[in-house]
């Protein structure tokens, strides 16, 4: 298993719809996850933090599944502004260690 | 509040010429820092980190090197460039708390 693998898309959706992507990572020790939006070349910002018990914000929600080893990430009622390239992120070496390996994102085209 | 700031922002240069990118960060104290590319169609690979001065972690063996000179500052460096080195180069710093990586606005570097 790749350390860090997403949905390779890319996805082309229509506004308004829902999407969902799907990341897996390799270590089951990790313990910190995230969502990170990059812009056309641009540097990738945080969209949001993953937690145990899955957490939402506004349009966007992400939940983890330990023993599946997976992240997901669920934009409902999709923007314009939410085309952009979306990567997973996984501190895989766990604890405070901090060394986060990323995905190699998934890109999201939202169209009229 | 914290800012990064990385430069140049393009650059053109031609194989087997040295490289110098330049980061420093505002506003934190003993940062964790960290060195990304980007390569076309790839993920985010690590390249280094730093936990303080002159303490430097290579995570991938290649003619790049790196070094942090001061509290706030970490350079990349190469003395001959390969096609390969060509990408998006971007530092980055940690926010130990909550695990967020802010990053600088990257380095385009071009190897002709």
């Known amino acids: 298993r790749k350390e860090v693998e997403q949905d390779p898309g890319p996805f082309n959706v229509p506004e308004g719809a829902t999407v969902a992507f799907n990341c897996t990572y390799s270590n089951s020790a990790s313990q910190s996850f995230f969502w990170y939006r990059q812009d056309c070349r641009k540097e990738p910002k945080l969209l949001m933090s993953v937690y145990s018990s899955g957490n939402e914000d506004g349009r966007f929600t992400a939940q983890l599944n330990r023993a599946s080893q997976y992240i997901s990430l669920l934009i409902r009622d999709s923007k314009l502004s939410d085309s952009a390239t979306y990567l997973c992120v996984v501190n895989l070496s766990g604890g405070s260690n901090y060394k986060l390996t990323f995905g190699k994102g998934t890109l999201l085209t939202v169209n009229p | 509040s914290q800012t990064i700031h990385q430069w140049p922002a393009t650059l053109v240069q031609p194989v087997g010429s040295p490289l110098s990118l330049e980061c420093t960060v505002e506003?934190?104290?003993?940062?964790?820092l960290y060195w990304y590319r980007q390569a076309a169609g790839r993920g985010l690979q690590l390249l280094f980190y730093?936990?303080?001065?002159?303490?430097i972690s290579s995570e991938v063996p290649q003619n790049l090197s790196a070094s942090r000179p001061q509290d706030r500052q970490f350079i990349l460096s190469s003395k001959k460039l390969l096609l390969s080195d060509s990408g998006f180069y971007l530092c980055a710093w940690i926010d130990q708390n909550t695990g967020e990586l802010f990053f600088g606005e990257g380095s385009r570097l071009t190897v002709l």
């Open positions: 506003g934190t104290s003993n940062p964790n």
């Open positions: 730093s936990v303080g001065i002159g303490q």
